[in-house]
């Protein structure tokens, strides 16, 4: 339990979309001996669905999760009625890959309102009638808590505990929860609310490094081993809850990772995988 | 208690920093008829202390907290205690200055540390220490809870539920906190835990606005009214409790407030206030 699963690193495609098109990021995966794969819908749009899921099965690699849904707030009802639609599609998206979740980035704050505890009652009800379709479906959800600092234009589930909370609400079934060590190593309850997450919840495991300074609020992600987050500690955690799925390196990095030789990437996530998660 | 009142406008000289000096400062809250200010520390150093305290009185402005102590974490038990004198002698420039508070921003990860937690503990140590001379000395001390975002390089402490539980751990005899809105308006469980802190632990309030985009995690804060915070329902939620202290305008912001004429600034300050606190 010392060292990582080498055979459980997943890319998300995010990591490497500046250089590569969907399909080379899959044959660069299955080149270097990777067996995950986490893709964006713009992606798996611009390659075809069908032909996506052809190339990624050829290589027989996991889809990890599918990025993203959510985005449940609107000022209108029309609004949220036109999200809802879309995600029904992004779930359907999910099935024919047979990935292993749907994440969630749930949305902030709608237009120009200022009130986060109304835009956290619209994710909630969101989220209540995509798990009816989902749930049949045979899709999971998995919640994904943003940082604090995407609260207002991105996500308006911030912790692990607000996340289980929405748990407990809307039941189990088909729902849990994406940790992503960037979005919640500073709090200070979360290897209480992982436990509380337990094997059921946990659908997925994202990995990077949280850089001081950080000189971009979104693009500015860290590789893992150069930044302050203890990843070893955390993949401990959920590993320690039974959760056996794949770590998935998921990088924005405007500065650095997006500008290097794509090869260069993933023999590097290979190393920091083995060295720091 | 719709509008608030007027007279509890301050000034965090930060606002201000580029543009004037602290004795400039203290003449221009006066010339605008605010009668409120939170001076930093370095500002009233290139003062001097006893100047600063004669001009701050001259003008019989209230000094709303003194900015700051804290930065208790450190690599060995010597820059520990450094850091504890340090914060001592903050403690005595706040008492010539007859502050309100002395304002703690608590540090965070000492050197290249990767354990929160154990940084968490040394914050908890260190406070423990100070008290034990800020206590006798009549100096309250003011934990401020920081945005997440600076859980790495300036404060572990980011969330008034950690920080009411330092209360609760360190006895509530001279210690509370200070509710700044830039950090603390994304927490779920905001209201709350202003609920839980109580008049008592209620010991400053800060005000200024999240701007989206945010294009500088440091010094892209903004002016009340710009951004997505709900000013005013917090200000009204701490005046429920009883919270009858000033509110204190604290905006880093490099590529507009600090740009402008700075009576201009204060007369959007007071405009602002009015408008939107």
Redesign the interface.
Known sequence: MNEPDGQLLSINTATLRRQWRLDQIIDGCARHGIHGISPWRDQVQALGLNEAGRRIRSHQLKVTGYCRGGMFPGNTAEERRLALDDNRRAVDEALELNASCLVLVVGG?PGSS???PGA?LQVMDGLAELLEYARPAGMPLAIEPL???Y???RA?V??L??ANDLCDELGDEGLGLAVDVYHT????KLFGQIERAGKKRLLAFHICD?L????D?LEDRGMMGD????IRRMRRAVEAQGYRGFHEVEIFSEKNWWRRDPDEVLETCKERHRRHC
């Open positions: 704050l200022k009130d986060l956290r940082h604090p600092m609260a207002a234009d308006c911030n912790t505990e607000q190593w500073w709090d200070p949280w001081v300074p950080t000189r609020i930044g302050v987050i203890d």
